[in-house]
């Protein structure tokens, strides 16, 4: 749950009230009627934690190709191969925006880059500059290139080797490395991704159970006033993200959320405002019917977890900061006491635990541009 009310924070963070416009807290407002239906004891399913060898070969694989070093013998370049290159891109016989680096690593296959720019290296010779024709997809994140035609020219400066394999001297040779073996390496990374699993469950058994709890809810007389100025205010918050980064907002939202057009997003960003203001209707009718309360050092401690889990995302935050996303202290206040009560809900939930699902595996990443080309 700490990360998603980290993440909420900052997106709500420019969302902050101005106390010289608005005197009324969010926190008194009523937001609309619930009917409760059951909520201790419901029943979830997650799936197990398992850590598969291809998690750990991938991360592993990746390790590896950190400890690159120049290939003197390599000549050719091959798919699979992590080369080493400067290009340059131009557009109409001109250079454009970011479409040019230096002593830049790519591995070929990768699809850092826009389609055809990673294959057209197979086969070439290390020290030859290669003119390549391409042309940027047409929904390409930059309107002037989207469709356009375009010319990189690329030079190969030479071809990386780095171990295929983990050993004990690779680990001993690594100076980065705390661990004396591969196995040792090996164990504290199956750990480490163990650990994310089971956080990431913990996090999705919170919203198993309130989704679960939810539909169990009758709800009535929503205050579709409140939902209208959440909504305004998070979207005029994407308006001026997109302005920042000199992006169009179709665009902005496409990258940011993956949402092909705006008025499908839109319409989801409607519900999502409703979802929580139903969500707060229905813990606070559940603290009210249990009696649920929150102390001040329940309330110093929740501010503390939220504060920590926000500087993952933005490390200069103070519970001034906090209290400005939430729009008030009292606001703030609600949402520890809602934090209390999910934390009831899910506490007398009935946790049930299934193999997971197979993992598709096949590569089907569609071909997308570098975002800085």
């Not at 926190?27 to 419901?42: C, N, P, R, S, T």
């Not at 070969?57 to 120049?70: A, P, R, S, W």
Request: proline share 1%; glycine share 6%.
């Amino acid at each position: 749950m700490g990360i998603m009310i980290a993440s909420l924070i900052v997106s709500f963070s420019a969302c902050k009230k101005d106390s010289d416009t608005d005197d009324t807290s969010d926190a008194d407002e009523k937001l609309g009627d619930v009917k409760l239906g059951d909520y201790f004891g419901v029943e979830v399913t997650l799936d197990e934690v398992e850590v598969t060898k291809e998690e750990v070969d991938e991360v592993v694989n990746q390790y590896l190709k950190t400890l690159k070093t120049k290939d003197e013998s390599a000549d050719t370049v091959k798919d699979g191969d992590i080369v080493n290159i400067d290009y340059v891109g131009k557009k109409d016989g001109k250079e454009f925006d970011g479409g040019s680096a230096n002593d830049y690593a790519l591995e070929i296959g990768s699809n850092t880059f826009i389609k055809g720019f990673e294959s057209s290296l197979i086969g070439k010779k290390v020290g030859k500059k290669e003119a390549i024709n391409l042309q940027f997809p047409k929904d390409y994140g930059q309107k002037d290139l989207a469709g356009q035609d375009v010319v990189f020219d690329v030079t190969i400066n030479y071809i990386y080797k780095y171990p295929k394999k983990l050993t004990d001297d690779v680990i001993k040779s690594d100076d980065k490395m705390n661990y004396k073996t591969a196995q040792e390496y090996l164990d504290s990374l199956k750990k480490e991704i163990k650990e994310k699993k089971e956080k990431t469950n913990d996090e999705k058994v919170g919203e198993l159970v309130t989704s679960k709890v939810m539909d169990n809810c009758e709800f009535s007389n929503i205050n579709k006033e409140y939902i209208r100025k959440n909504y305004d205010k998070r979207y005029e918050t994407i308006k001026s993200e997109a302005e920042s980064k000199g992006i169009d907002l179709e665009t902005f939202i496409k990258q940011t959320y993956g949402y092909t057009d705006k008025e499908t997003f839109e319409k989801d960003l409607v519900y999502i405002e409703t979802d929580f203001a139903k969500k707060s209707i229905m813990l606070d009718e559940i603290a009210n019917k249990e009696n649920i309360t929150l102390s001040d050092d329940e309330y110093d401690k929740q501010m503390e977890t939220w504060i920590n889990d926000a500087k993952a995302v933005n490390g200069n935050v103070t519970q001034d900061f906090i209290i400005d996303a939430y729009g008030s202290k009292e606001a703030a206040r609600k949402e520890a006491l809602h934090v209390k009560v999910l934390k009831e809900l899910v506490g007398k939930a009935k946790i049930k635990y299934k193999k997971p699902d197979k993992a598709d595996t096949s590569d089907n990443k569609e071909s997308k541009a570098k975002s800085d080309s």
